[in-house]
């Protein structure tokens, strides 16, 4: 007889409620993304991903056996009243899959409709590759059979698993453990980037929702990043760069910060968290897309020198950005130098930049000041709310006009 045993301990789990439109596709098979939440277990052996819509819950497994796969909803002592899920993946392929229920605290467990009741996984689907077996499954939050325990959108309800190492129904398990489903640890994004500039500093706040826990058992925190996808299962060592790692908030909202690559592409981060000991992770792989800067750069010669009061129109273009990305951009200027680094606040006059017809081209007309000196300018842009330079502070000599005497 497979027996199922909680450990110890059996901690409970605070359920969210999410939008039907989240349904995963049951194919036996666990696409990134596709579950609202996961968590691994069994030394990362043992993965539950699951989505909870307003009537059902959607849940994937995954497990390094080639035997059964068992998960059981809402034990009182050990196995006792456990509503169980049981099943495997033969040789050729074919899913056998079971409702049961855990009659004693250690089994046995027969199936509901042994016991009178109904077979209330409504779709299922499995299968079976390269020493691991997963199984996907939908079925109603409350049933209406004796022989299930209805899973609350809130609340707590605890948790049991094991997997075997045949593919029958009476084999003993070959691990198993008692746990809490990770609710009560969330891990969610708050706000991320969808990209951001090379060099660019990426900030990303989340939130650990801490129901069982106290927030001094987050002992570990981070984002972990890399330029190459590393996919699923999520695995923070499979990540090269690492954000500052934190520890507990009272709050449970953290932020993190790190500076993008120097080179256009794609960041691929994980947000990871250890909660009394056990990794969660946020729902998925987050990308980042990392461009190029833009870049201003003057059209033509710029004059060295001009006489007082003379104008001039000043051409400058802006590559790397679309017209709409562009929110202002002006000649600013002093007649003193301001230096590094560029700063447009430092400098007293502005003339604004009006597109003159061609793509990313922009002019302005300065007016030199009535009195001889030096005129100092640089050419600045507000781009999808960045501040942006062409590449130096320039100058330009205004003298005065000369004068003609008749003897």
């Known amino acids: 007889m497979a027996i199922l045993s909680v450990l110890a301990v059996v901690a409970a789990l605070a359920l969210t409620s999410v939008g039907a439109e989240a349904a995963p596709t049951i194919d036996g098979t666990i696409e990134t993304g596709e579950y609202e939440r996961m968590v691994k277990y069994d030394n990362d052996m043992y993965e539950v991903h699951w989505t909870i819509t307003d009537t059902e819950l959607w849940m994937g497994i995954t497990a390094q056996t080639t035997g059964w796969v068992a998960i059981g909803f809402d034990p009182t002592d050990r196995m006792k009243d456990a509503d169980m899920v049981f099943g495997w993946v033969n040789?050729?392929?074919?899913?056998?899959?079971?409702?049961?229920?855990?009659?004693?605290?250690?089994?046995p467990h027969p199936v509901d409709t042994d016991q009178g009741g109904t077979?209330?996984?409504?779709?299922?689907?499995?299968?079976?590759?390269?020493?691991?077996?997963?199984?996907?499954?939908?079925?109603?939050?409350?049933?209406?059979?004796?022989?299930?325990?209805?899973i609350p959108t809130t609340g707590t309800i605890p948790l049991i698993w094991a997997v075997g190492n045949a593919d029958d129904f009476d084999s003993y398990h070959a691990r198993r453990g008692g746990t809490m489903?990770?609710?009560?640890?969330?891990?969610?994004?708050?706000?991320?980037?969808?990209?951001?500039?090379?060099?660019?500093?990426?900030?990303?706040?989340?939130?650990?929702?801490?129901?069982?826990?106290?927030?001094?058992?987050?002992?570990?925190?981070?984002?972990?990043?890399?330029?190459?996808?590393?996919?699923?299962?999520?695995?923070?060592?499979?990540?090269?760069?690492?954000?500052?790692?934190?520890?507990g908030e009272a709050d449970g909202v953290y932020e993190a910060n790190f500076t993008a690559p120097d080179e256009p592409g794609t960041v691929y981060m994980v947000v990871h968290a250890i909660v009394g000991g056990n990794h969660f992770y946020a729902a998925m792989e987050y990308m980042v897309m990392v461009k190029a800067e833009p870049t201003l750069s003057v059209v033509g010669e710029l004059p060295t020198k001009v006489f007082v009061n003379t104008s001039g129109d000043f051409v400058w273009v802006i590559e790397g950005a679309d017209a709409g990305e562009v929110t202002h951009t002006a000649v600013h200027w002093d007649t003193m130098s301001q230096g590094e680094p560029l700063d447009f606040n430092n400098y007293a006059n502005m003339v604004l930049g009006t597109g003159t017809?061609?793509?990313?081209?922009?002019?302005?007309?300065?007016?030199?000041?009535?009195?001889?000196?030096?005129?100092?300018?640089?050419?600045?842009?507000?781009?999808?709310?960045?501040?942006?330079?062409?590449?130096?502070?320039?100058?330009?000599?205004?003298?005065?006009?000369?004068t003609v005497t008749l003897d």
């Open 357 to 402: 017809g061609t793509q990313g081209e922009y002019s302005a007309l300065m007016t030199a000041p009535e009195t001889p000196g030096t005129l100092y300018f640089v050419f600045h842009a507000i781009i999808n709310g960045r501040h942006f330079y062409a590449p130096m502070e320039y100058s330009l000599g205004v003298f005065d006009l000369p």
């Open 119 to 150: 077979d209330d996984i409504t779709e299922a689907a499995g299968t079976e590759s390269s020493g691991w077996t997963t199984l996907e499954f939908r079925r109603d939050l409350s049933t209406g059979d004796s022989w299930d325990n209805d």
């Open 181 to 247: 489903w990770p609710n009560d640890a969330m891990v969610e994004i708050n706000t991320a980037p969808s990209w951001v500039y090379v060099g660019e500093m990426v900030e990303v706040v989340y939130w650990i929702n801490l129901t069982v826990w106290d927030f001094n058992d987050v002992t570990h925190t981070a984002i972990h990043w890399d330029t190459m996808t590393h996919g699923e299962p999520l695995d923070f060592t499979a990540y090269p760069n690492a954000s500052a790692f934190m520890t």
């Open 91 to 107: 040789g050729s392929g074919t899913l056998s899959i079971f409702d049961a229920y855990a009659t004693g605290v250690n089994g």
